[in-house]
């Protein structure tokens, strides 16, 4: 079946500039995730969708960061005024409701000019 | 704060010797513990979980209460094993949820 998809797979920005970063989870995965990858850091948790519940965004690392999740499905992670140290692989995983294996879509590698 | 200590962010070893990457977690009763691996080009994935007790591409990981450790072990590296290794702990305590704490990864090379 599809697993976890991510859109777009690279993108190149300008400082300053706002990006959307996109996520399509498994299809009837109640739980979608939000993480950043970067060199020395490894996974950094940025938000958590559990079905209706509010959002667990206290992994967020600043307020230009924000992200939605529509009719329970598809999540778009926005950055605004993006910094150089914004640069990283952005990646989303996605799993069933009290299940601990993730699972993780491809990412999309940002890189910010 | 929960956390996963992942001590070594890159182990370098000859293929068919010992491979052991470490992982110790902040003590939060019994917890449940996983380790995931991404291999070059491809998606970070679920290697093992510690409450199965199995033995996954050769890999084991015995849980050490006294320790807290979490340690990840192949008697015999292969080329193929050479991947990033991020040790993981559910994120509230009781681990309910599906929502995890991850180390900071170990990168694995193993050498002809």
């Known amino acids: 079946g599809a697993g976890v998809s991510q859109s777009p797979s690279n993108k190149v920005t300008e400082k300053g500039k706002d990006v959307e970063l996109r996520c399509d989870p498994i299809?009837?995965?109640?739980?979608l995730y939000w993480y950043r990858q970067s060199l020395g850091q490894g996974l950094e948790f940025l938000i958590y969708?559990?079905?209706?519940?509010?959002?667990?965004k206290s992994g967020l690392p600043s307020d230009r960061f924000s992200a939605e999740r529509t009719g329970g499905s598809v999540s778009t992670l926005t950055i605004q005024r993006t910094q150089q140290e914004d640069s990283a692989v952005y990646l989303c995983?996605?799993?069933?409701?009290?299940?601990?294996?993730?699972?993780f879509g491809p990412g999309t590698r940002l890189t910010v000019t | 704060a929960q956390r996963v200590t992942q001590p070594e962010k890159l182990l370098s070893v000859f293929k068919g010797a010992p491979v052991e990457l470490k992982c110790n977690y902040s003590y939060s009763g019994s917890p449940e513990l996983f380790w995931y691996v991404q291999y070059s080009r491809q998606r970070l994935q679920l290697l093992l979980r510690?409450?199965s007790r199995e033995s996954i591409k050769g890999f084991t990981a015995d849980l050490n209460k006294g320790e807290t450790s979490f340690h990840l072990k192949k008697p015999f590296a292969q080329e193929e094993d050479s991947a990033m290794y991020y040790c993981?702990?559910?994120?509230?305590?009781?681990?309910?949820?599906?929502?995890?704490?991850f180390g900071k990864g170990t990168k694995l090379s193993v050498k002809p």
């Open positions: 299809s009837g995965h109640t739980a």
């Open positions: 969708f559990q079905g209706n519940s509010a959002p667990d």
């Open positions: 993981a702990r559910p994120r509230n305590y009781g681990g309910s949820q599906g929502n995890l704490i």
């Open positions: 995983a996605s799993n069933l409701r009290g299940a601990h294996e993730q699972y």
């Open positions: 510690h409450i």
